[in-house]
């Protein structure tokens, strides 16, 4: 392929009291180009002396310009896209980072390889279809919005670089498919009050059973369960603090202070039975310990939750233990997640006597560590077809009401 020429022009132009550079080239198409460039200097007289003094600027912003454009049409957008990740992964934290390469890797390279297109050669069409391209593969939509987010941090990169003008990525749309918005209905599963003993009594005589109980009676994300630390419990008062988490990114466990959100800082009170269940917990470690001796796992968090080498778990493993162990027992597939819904449900449905809300939408939001009561009610909230099928009478009961305060005050 020819190499491309870009010859750019340079003017100073006013807008908005700041002097622009306003910039005049073709592209690789041969179809003109006018990028406003912001200089950040104020406009103080507008006069021919005031422009000779920004001249210097001038040409300086003209030929980053054409050294950008030369530069991007050389590059791949797959080389750009890892080397920004590589430039740039200092700025995130680890799981963080480790995410972003494995997104790079396995979608935005496997997709773009083939094609070879160069960086100032993606357009809006070619990143649509790559959004399309992921829901035919099967993916969801918070997985697709996980990738854009990635392919903007790319573009904007490059733009504020100035090796591209036109920013594919703020017009791309990303239409969701009929048939991934139907199914994002039923993403979510949880289990109904009537079957929470149900899965209890399945998991009472495994190892899953204190995780499951701790899981559902807190709302505790999975990386939150497995994070639990002995330091941050205790016993005696009663108290347990959610302050580290222990997530997985691809086969590696990754241990870390920070948690999801700031929300998600919390303490809980433990119940009488939540205490002695991690009692237990905390001898059969310390028994196990004994057993394996200086086999014994030596790991420099002290975990709640262990195998019974010492060694912490890994939440893909543990998950498809937690399903194997439903499937076996005849209960449907779930997902160690599906535990934290299973909480906000539950406490969305609980009722008083009266049939009123036996918690708050903020009691909820801030024992499930949510930013916002919309993420609380908007996402995990589930109500149970039992309180749905009583909603019409309590609304004929309220008319009926209404009605006969009207009628007695006749």
């Known amino acids: 392929m020819k190499k491309q020429e870009f010859k750019v022009k340079a003017t100073l132009q006013k807008k908005n009291n700041f002097w622009y550079v306003v910039c005049d080239y073709k592209d690789g198409d041969g179809k003109r180009k006018q990028p406003w460039l912001k200089t950040g200097i104020p406009v103080k007289t507008g006069s021919d002396r005031e422009k000779n003094k920004l001249a210097p600027l001038l040409e300086e912003k003209r030929k980053e310009l054409e050294l950008s454009l030369h530069t991007s049409s050389d590059i791949l957008f797959i080389d750009y896209a890892q080397q920004w990740i ?6 995130y934290a680890e799981v963080t980072a480790e995410r972003y390469k494995d ?16 960086l100032n050669e993606v357009t809006k069409k070619d990143l649509e279809s790559f959004y399309q391209h992921l ?21 904007h990169a490059a733009e504020d670089n100035e090796l591209i003008i036109d920013n594919p990525y703020s017009k791309a749309k990303c239409i969701v498919p009929t048939e991934v918005k139907n ?6 599963d949880y289990l109904k009050a009537s079957e929470v003993n149900m899965v209890l009594e399945i998991v009472q005589a495994d190892f899953l059973y204190p995780m499951v109980y701790i899981a559902i009676n807190y709302g ?23 302050n ?34 991690l009692k237990k917990v905390k001898i059969e470690q310390e028994r196990e310990a004994n057993y394996y001796g200086n086999s014994y796992y030596k790991q420099e968090h002290d975990f709640v939750f262990l195998k019974p080498n010492g060694e912490p778990y890994h939440e893909g493993a543990l998950n498809k233990s937690f399903q194997r162990s439903l499937e076996k027992n005849g209960f449907r597939k779930m997902r160690l997640y599906d535990l934290r819904h299973t909480c906000c449900s539950l406490m969305i449905n609980a009722r008083t ?58």
């Not at 829901?135 to 790319?154: D, F, L, P, Q, W």
């Not at 995990?380 to 007695?408: C, F, M, S, W």
Request: contains cysteine; proline residues 2%.
């Open 135 to 155: 829901y035919k593969e099967g993916k969801k939509s918070s997985t697709v919005g996980h990738i854009r987010k990635v392919v903007g941090n790319i573009f």
């Open 183 to 188: 199914n994002q209905k039923k993403r979510f």
């Open 220 to 242: 505790l994300r999975p990386s939150e369960l497995l994070g639990l630390r002995w330091q941050s419990i205790d016993l005696e008062q009663g108290k347990m603090k959610i």
């Open 103 to 118: 997104i790079i890797r396995s979608n935005i390279i496997k997709y773009f390889k083939p094609l070879k297109l160069k």
């Open 244 to 277: 580290f988490s222990a997530v997985q990114v691809r086969s590696k466990m990754v241990y870390k202070k920070t948690l999801k959100t700031s929300y998600s800082y919390r303490s809980f009170m433990l119940s009488n039975e939540a205490i002695e269940i």
């Open 353 to 410: 006597k009266e049939g009123n809300p036996l918690f708050s939408s903020r009691e909820i939001m801030e024992y499930m560590g949510h930013g916002s009561i919309d993420t609380t009610m908007n996402i995990y909230a589930h109500v149970e077809e039992k309180i749905q099928n009583e909603i019409p009478n309590k609304i004929v009961a309220l008319i009926n009401g209404k009605k006969n305060e009207r009628d007695t005050a006749c």
């Open 86 to 91: 590589n430039d740039n992964a200092f700025r």
